[in-house]
């Protein structure tokens, strides 16, 4: 059964909490029990493993890009450079407690294979990304007809690394295929902040820009 | 090379071997050196440099591994040639390898030829140098004798263990080895097993060496020869192979060498030509040949998947230490595709691990070389390790 984080952020917190750090984040980091070992895969420049490590937690992580990679060595990290799509395959089984996503899932050649390898590495997975199902989209590509920009998402259609876009309702579908259990799920809306109130899903999934979704494997 | 060298008596061409510009500790003939080929070898001699002094919590020791014709003069400029350490790029006074903050060790590695026992050293038997009566020696004796080192200087435990190409496969048996006795691990360039095409090119390295009639089936010591053009030749081939052709392309292209126009003969009329002339004619100086033979030797018997039942990440099952690999995209000698089986086995070993691969065109030698980003990932995974350790 899905519950939902207690919590919550205030609305008067933007989209950096007060440690500086993008909410998204802090959501995620909050998922994570203290003392855990965590994969973070796709960590860019080692945001969330710098945020994590404040809080106690054993991070390790994966990136694509050297620049990131290197980075992310040069400040202490354990990260390791690979890809998402390739290289999660080498890690046994129960490595981690946690393996997180986190605004990765669009990027990725192919998601469900990524999502199962996550769930057989960890006791649990963390997944976030942007809602393809949010209003602004929609209305982008109903009234525009042309493919959304946001924030989020600036890229024009013809550079974007983004190639698997879902929206909140398409992710459930996958957490079922894939053989997920929803235990957490949080919806971010337009400024960054967590809608607290609880809402059906067909409302996350119109006013959620972003979603974040705690899953452990279905036993 | 100079005549003036060729023509030095035994005593002198086996002076570094017996008696180096360095620090030398000399085992007694109760304490040998086990070595894989099932035999004990004494006495065992070590030569070895530091730089930097030790804590009082006895925490802070850098052991240095060097690659295969390097030595232990890291950070000094080196006895017989004048010229600086080879990883004065990397370690000194606020270098990613500080000096200033670690206590650096670098030995010469057993089967050397500047201070540790090897095949140059005296036989105390005979009088004279070893030559191939000395037996052929492992990447995992090299290291057992470095632990011997460390037990004598009453270092358990090392701060971190550093090294590139055959270096690096030393770090890797020592993290396999002695996992308790390194808090930090940095394989360069390396591998967890030399590949067939390398075997290939130290094969041809030493048959070039054995082919010079001045080798003397190895008693060149003896018979008062020298075995120099079989060695530069061999060292010419093994240049090629630590660059790349775009380093070699930048560097040279088709220039002529203080010419503007082809000889029309087999001197060195290409500048690429000149400066591998140059490197074997070096090389001779400073190297003994039979050495040179009995270390290629050992990088191509390494295989850490040997040694545990064909699986490498069963030598690092558990393991404490944290991991730095680092690799070269132009390094073909080495390729990245190594190190990612290294950082794969670790991965499978749920060893804590960071790995980074450099840009770069100047190949496998790029670990010698100035390359920022490798100083910077370099300086700061020790600084996150320095904090773990409590340095």
């Known amino acids: 059964m899905l519950t939902r984080l207690s919590h919550d952020l205030t609305m008067a917190e933007a989209a950096r909490g007060p440690g500086g750090s993008r909410v998204d984040l802090l959501v995620v980091a909050d998922m994570v029990e203290r003392g855990a070992r965590v994969l973070d895969v796709g960590c860019g420049d080692g945001e969330l493993l710098r945020l994590l490590e404040t809080r106690g937690v054993d991070g390790r992580g994966i990136e694509l890009s050297r620049e990131g ?9 354990a990260v390791v450079q690979g890809d998402a799509d390739t290289d999660l395959e080498d890690y046994p089984d129960d490595a981690f407690d946690f393996v997180i996503l986190s605004q990765t899932l669009q ?14 590495i960890g006791r649990h997975a963390i997944v976030s990304f942007p809602n393809f199902g949010h209003w602004r989209i929609r209305l982008q590509i109903f009234f525009g007809g042309h493919m959304p920009h946001t924030d989020n998402l600036p890229y024009a259609w013809y550079e974007t690394p983004n190639i698997h876009f879902c929206s909140i309702k398409d992710f459930r579908q996958l957490c079922r295929v894939a053989g997920a259990t929803m235990d957490e799920a949080v919806a971010l809306n337009a ?21 974040v979704f705690l899953l452990s494997r279905r036993s | 090379m100079s005549e003036a060298s060729a023509t030095l008596d035994l005593a002198d061409r086996t002076r570094e071997a017996d008696h180096p510009h360095s620090l030398v500790v000399r085992f007694s003939p109760n304490n040998p050196l086990r070595l894989d080929a099932g035999v004990d070898f004494g006495p065992l001699q070590i030569g070895y440099q530091t730089y930097g002094s030790l804590n009082a919590k006895r925490s802070n020791a850098v052991l240095l591994c060097h690659a295969l014709t390097g030595d232990q003069h890291a950070v000094n400029n080196h006895p017989v040639t004048g010229k600086p350490g080879w990883w004065e790029t990397m370690v000194g006074p606020g270098k990613p390898i500080d000096t200033g903050r670690y206590f650096v060790i670098c030995p010469n590695v057993v089967g050397g030829c500047m201070g540790s026992s090897g095949p ?13 009566d000395f037996p052929v020696i492992t990447v995992r004796d090299m290291v057992r004798a470095q632990a011997m080192l460390l037990d004598h200087l009453g270092i358990d435990s090392l701060f971190a263990v550093a090294g590139g190409s055959m270096g690096g496969m030393q770090v890797l048996q020592w993290a396999a080895s002695y996992p308790e006795r390194v808090f930090t691990a940095l394989p360069i360039a390396a591998a ?36 120099r053009r079989g060695l530069a030749v061999a060292r010419m081939g093994a240049h090629i192979t630590y660059l790349s052709d775009a380093a070699l392309h930048r560097k040279f292209g088709r220039r002529f060498q203080n010419r503007d126009n ?34 290629t030797r050992a990088m191509d018997y390494f295989d850490l998947a040997g040694d545990y039942d064909g699986v490498v990440a069963n030598g690092f099952r558990d393991t404490p230490t944290r991991f730095c690999v680092i690799s070269f995209t132009s390094d073909w ?10 950082v794969h086995a670790l991965n499978a070993a749920g060893a804590r691990v960071s790995f980074a691969e450099i840009t770069t065109d100047k190949g496998h030698d790029a670990f010698l070389l100035d390359e920022p980003e490798l100083f910077a990932i370099v300086r700061g995974f020790l600084e996150g390790a320095e904090k773990a350790r409590d340095l």
């Open chain 2, 192 to 227: 967890t097993r030399h590949s067939a095409q390398n075997i290939a090119f130290h094969e041809v390295g030493r048959q070039a060496v054995m082919a010079d009639p001045d080798w003397r089936g190895g008693r060149y010591f003896a018979e008062g020869t020298n075995p």
């Open chain 2, 333 to 342: 000698l080495f390729p990245t595709s190594e190190s990612r089986a290294i």
């Open chain 2, 262 to 295: 082809p000889t029309f003969s087999f001197d060195a009329d290409f500048q690429v030509e000149s400066y591998l002339r140059h490197q074997g004619i070096t090389f001779v100086e400073r190297f003994d040949a039979n050495s040179y033979l009995y270390l």
């Open chain 2, 120 to 132: 140059a050293s005296t036989n105390p038997a005979t009088g004279m140098p070893w030559g191939l």
């Open chain 1, 107 to 120: 990027a990725t050649r192919r998601p469900r294979l990524v999502l199962e390898h996550m769930l057989r």
């Open chain 1, 69 to 77: 990679v290197n980075e992310c060595v040069a400040k202490g990290l």
């Open chain 1, 191 to 211: 400024w960054g902040r967590q809608m607290r109130l609880k809402m059906p899903w067909w409302f996350w999934n119109l006013f959620g820009e972003q979603a």
